[in-house]
């Protein structure tokens, strides 16, 4: 299993950018919040920079994230304690993650060993949460984002048909 090379120091400023066209992108789709994780929101150290996407104000559970650093013991498949490197993450469920990938997530453990987790620009299972249908993309750049923008909105679909059945309202499917 072979990795993309290191990306070079001149990408660090980048990231800033591309996160933010990311970001942009994100909070585009209806009902959208964002929450930035950081010691005034409560949120675990570890998790202090990391972005929530969320349906709703209420924030039950993100769609998307993005993160820029490793959890150590937890999350460091990634590496994303390399310059440069961020990762986009993305709830697709459990059909469109056998879609993608050729298998059910419960399987993802049985096929660990053939994913290179640190690969940029690839739409990949998400080392920590694939078991639970995330998949992820390190870094995504242009040819992919098209794929990425499919994902997030069948991402964004699903959380939103969670708020409104949380909400009790109904769907109209005329």
Same mark, same amino acid.
């Given at each position: 299993m072979t990795s993309l $090379?290191? $990306?070079s120091d001149d990408a660090v400023p980048h990231v800033a950018a591309a996160v933010a066209e990311l970001v942009e992108r994100i909070?585009?789709?209806p009902h959208v919040t964002q929450v930035q994780a950081d010691e005034r929101s409560g949120a675990p150290e570890a998790s202090w920079g990391d972005r929530f996407f969320f349906v709703g104000s209420d924030r039950r559970r993100p769609f998307a994230t993005i993160v820029e650093h490793d959890v150590p013991g937890f999350d460091e498949d990634s590496r994303l304690d390399r310059p440069g490197i961020f990762r986009l993450n993305v709830h697709v469920g459990?059909?469109?993650f056998q879609r993608r990938f050729g298998y059910p997530p419960a399987e993802l453990p049985? %096929?660990?060993s053939g994913v290179d987790f640190t690969r940029c620009d690839e739409v990949l299972p998400h080392?920590?949460?694939g078991t639970y249908g995330w998949a992820c993309v390190l870094n995504p750049g242009v040819r992919r984002l098209?794929?990425?923008d499919r994902l997030l909105a %069948?991402?964004?679909g699903r959380a939103s048909g969670e708020h409104r059945?949380?909400?009790g309202e109904q769907h109209d499917s005329r």
């Open positions: $090379p290191e $990306p909070v585009a789709l459990r059909e469109e049985d %096929h660990r080392p920590a949460y098209p794929e990425v %069948h991402a964004h059945r949380a909400r």
